[in-house]
């Protein structure tokens, strides 16, 4: 005769103890709120400290740093450095190189993330590896050879020299791979089976979905192209043709350094970047969530 095992019931947790989980839950996200509140005074302080020093005037500056109201306030140094410096050349530059980039970057890196994730072909597993492997080379190992390349196809001092590097970007292949990933199988498999080539499938069924991962990858690339500074220093040898970052780095003279004009120019040079971030803010963030980055 079989005995039937004893059924446990649940134990109701008592006032005291959910009170106590409750509190610990209150305590949580006030340090969670304090952590956030102090990174972004960390972010945020550097940011407007520049902003009011592009404000005041050079010998009001040299005679009290640490007095942000002394001397008054004017943009005399937003005019003299946009008089003076080609900062419009500079905008341009960053602008063609940082679109160009993120056009062949999603471009690319979609249709090799897709075939990674979706296709079965010979080596597949070795070429993941690579692009996982590519993911802990450090940019600076990689300026010699592609300096000794580019020089050796006459790309030097053209935009292409600042666009090709970026499209090769491992960071934005495993995104779009760890996004293809996770579309439903029933979803391709009644694509292929209703006709759908596999150009198809990627252009009609995959990318259409995949917007959060292209804003994502889009955003990031911008900003990259945008802040690089090394590589466009070694390649761009004519004023003009600098980025911003490489032309702000120009303007400090070490003999007799301009403060509010420094800074009025890279105020100028970030203005463009915290209003990309602002503007696609949601979508970075719906983009990191879906794809699991962290």
Same mark, same amino acid.
């Given at each position: 005769?079989?005995?039937?095992?004893?059924?446990?019931?649940?134990?109701?947790?008592?006032?005291?103890?959910?009170?106590?989980?409750?509190?610990?839950?209150?305590?949580?996200?006030?340090?969670?709120?304090?952590?956030?509140?102090?990174?972004?005074?960390?972010?945020?302080?550097?940011?407007?400290?520049?902003?009011?020093?592009?404000?005041?005037?050079?010998?009001?500056?040299?005679?009290?740093?640490?007095?942000?109201?002394?001397?008054?306030?004017?943009?005399?140094?937003?005019?003299?450095?946009?008089?003076?410096?080609?900062?419009?050349?500079?905008?341009?530059?960053?602008?063609?190189?940082?679109?160009?980039?993120?056009?062949?970057?999603?471009?690319?890196?979609?249709?090799?993330?897709?075939?990674?994730?979706?296709?079965?072909?010979?080596?597949?597993?070795?070429?993941?590896?690579?692009?996982?492997?590519?993911?802990?080379?450090?940019?600076?190992? !990689? #300026?010699? =050879?592609?300096? +000794?390349? *580019?020089?050796?196809?006459?790309?030097?001092?053209?935009?292409?020299? $600042?666009? &090709?590097?970026?499209?090769?970007?491992?960071?934005?292949?495993?995104?779009?791979?760890?996004?293809?990933?996770?579309?439903?199988?029933?979803?391709?498999?009644?694509?292929?089976?209703?006709?759908?080539?596999?150009?198809?499938?990627?252009?009609?069924?995959?990318?259409?979905?995949?917007?959060?991962?292209?804003?994502?990858?889009?955003?990031?690339?911008?900003?990259?192209?945008?802040?690089?500074?090394?590589?466009?220093?070694?390649?761009?040898?004519?004023?003009?043709?600098?980025?911003?970052?490489?032309?702000?780095?120009? !303007? #400090?003279? =070490?003999?007799? +350094?301009? *403060?509010?004009?420094?800074?009025?120019?890279?105020?100028?040079?970030? $203005?463009? &970047?915290?209003?990309?971030?602002?503007?696609?803010?949601?979508?970075?963030?719906?983009?990191?969530?879906?794809?699991?980055?962290?």
């Amino acid at each position: 005769m079989t005995t039937l095992a004893p059924v446990r019931r649940r134990r109701t947790p008592t006032p005291a103890a959910v009170a106590d989980r409750s509190n610990g839950a209150k305590l949580f996200n006030r340090l969670c709120a304090v952590c956030v509140t102090l990174f972004a005074l960390i972010w945020l302080v550097p940011l407007v400290w520049a902003l009011i020093t592009s404000l005041r005037s050079d010998g009001s500056i040299t005679a009290k740093p640490t007095s942000p109201f002394a001397g008054g306030w004017s943009f005399h140094a937003y005019s003299y450095a946009w008089d003076n410096y080609p900062l419009g050349y500079w905008y341009l530059n960053s602008l063609v190189i940082a679109t160009l980039a993120v056009l062949f970057t999603v471009t690319l890196c979609s249709m090799a993330g897709f075939a990674l994730a979706l296709l079965r072909f010979p080596g597949r597993n070795a070429v993941m590896a690579l692009v996982v492997a590519g993911l802990m080379l450090p940019t600076e190992g !990689l #300026v010699l =050879p592609q300096f +000794i390349e *580019y020089r050796s196809l006459h790309l030097l001092g053209t935009y292409w020299a $600042l666009v &090709l590097p970026s499209v090769a970007a491992p960071v934005s292949v495993f995104v779009f791979h760890s996004f293809f990933r996770g579309i439903p199988t029933p979803l391709i498999e009644a694509a292929r089976l209703d006709g759908a080539s596999w150009w198809r499938v990627y252009r009609s069924v995959c990318l259409p979905i995949s917007r959060p991962a292209v804003a994502t990858v889009a955003i990031l690339t911008f900003i990259s192209s945008w802040n690089a500074f090394l590589w466009p220093l070694l390649v761009l040898s004519q004023t003009k043709s600098q980025t911003v970052p490489v032309g702000l780095a120009s !303007l #400090v003279n =070490p003999s007799n +350094i301009q *403060y509010a004009e420094v800074m009025a120019s890279s105020v100028l040079g970030f $203005l463009p &970047l915290i209003a990309v971030f602002l503007v696609f803010q949601r979508q970075i963030v719906q983009g990191v969530a879906t794809t699991g980055l962290k």
